[in-house]
């Protein structure tokens, strides 16, 4: 005898859950669409019934969830998971070198009595940098929901800052700069579900982005006798500006992920910082005439970084576990 054909609201309801992970939907799609039809009652096909809204977010979340690691989860998603986090851990703790330096910098330049710059008077910089370097610190000491809270309103506030630049802004490095302040935040989010392993990093660590950024920031305000030493001086320092160490640091790791063996999460973690950090630099790499000390550097670096992606990228994708298969149950 043949099994009457599913109604419309479950096909609807199997076409939802068709964003699961195929092994985890054959082993618990019939539970639950069982559960959702019984929460909706008995709805006729004449009625064009939906699955509800919040019905659809619980299915989103759970299948973030599992392919990043969470319960029920194979190998192969717990690797996606631990890089996901990774590159959350990274692009925040980039941001906060920047928030430090951004912090830092007017204070240094009011205290060698010279002009803020335009737009300093305005709140909303700080504001964020501020809370890129408390999301950043919240989650190094394992308190993902605070980090996320105020990644979430840092995030917002720099995308904001970043859409309202110059139109020359616009053109060339508001879009790598929208990722750089995005990607972070989106990857906290996925990355640190409820059933993700807490883990609180040492204070050493949270402190190296302090450590970075306030000699950047700090050495141009410096009382140096205004000679040629002094002026190489400050040219050569223009060099170590926390986004120029970021990117070096993540060209050495990655070269040292390659070297030693490193997880495959990690090499596609560095892969992905390495990749943000190129869009960030590209900008600042296209050749002006008479500011070689600038882009020259910075096209050096770009090269660099993409020489490195590549094999990143392909042994850490060869290196993941397989896939878990689905397994079916015998035929009726």
């Known amino acids: ?5 599913p109604v419309l609201l479950e096909r609807r309801y199997r076409f939802v859950l068709r964003i699961l992970p195929g092994p985890y939907r054959v082993e618990r799609e019939d539970e639950m669409v069982a559960a959702f039809m019984e ?27 599992v392919r990043l690691g969470g319960a029920g989860a194979g190998p192969r998603s717990v690797a996606w998971g631990e890089a996901v986090r990774l590159v959350a851990l990274l692009g925040l703790g980039f941001q906060a070198m920047l928030g430090v330096h951004g912090l830092v910098w007017p204070a240094a330049s009011a205290a060698a009595h010279l002009p803020a710059p335009a737009g300093a008077t305005s709140p909303f910089p700080a504001v964020a940098d501020a809370l890129w370097v408390v999301a950043f610190a919240a989650v190094m000491r394992g308190f993902a929901g605070p980090a996320k809270v105020a990644a979430v309103v840092a995030g917002a506030v720099s995308l904001l800052l970043i859409g309202a630049g110059p139109a020359v802004q616009l053109s060339w490095a508001a879009p790598p700069a929208a990722l750089v302040a995005s990607v972070p935040v989106l990857a906290l989010l996925a990355g640190f579900h409820t059933e993700a392993p807490a883990t609180v990093r040492p204070w ?17 305000w410096a009382p140096l006798p205004w000679t040629s030493a002094s002026e190489a001086l400050l040219a050569l ?13 993540c060209a050495a790791a990655g070269v040292a992920a390659l070297r030693r063996g490193a997880a495959p999460s990690v090499r596609l973690a560095l892969a992905a910082a390495g990749t943000l950090l190129l869009a960030w630099r ?23 970084l993409a020489v490195v992606i590549v094999p990143l990228v392909v042994t850490g994708t060869r290196l993941l576990p397989p896939a878990r298969r689905a397994k079916r149950g015998p035929a009726a």
């Open 1 to 5: 005898m043949t099994e009457p054909d």
């Open 39 to 65: 929460m909706s009652g008995e709805v006729p096909d004449e009625r064009n019934p939906r699955p509800r809204w919040d019905e659809v977010a619980s299915v989103v979340a759970l299948a973030v969830r």
């Open 204 to 220: 050493r660590l949270l402190l190296l982005p302090v450590a970075v950024a306030l000699p950047s920031a700090l050495l141009p």
């Open 282 to 304: 590209l900008p600042m790499a296209w050749p002006v005439p008479g500011a070689e000390m600038v882009w020259g550097p910075a096209a050096v670096l770009c090269g660099v």
């Open 237 to 249: 320092w223009s060099l170590f500006y926390p986004e120029t160490f970021a990117t070096v640091a």
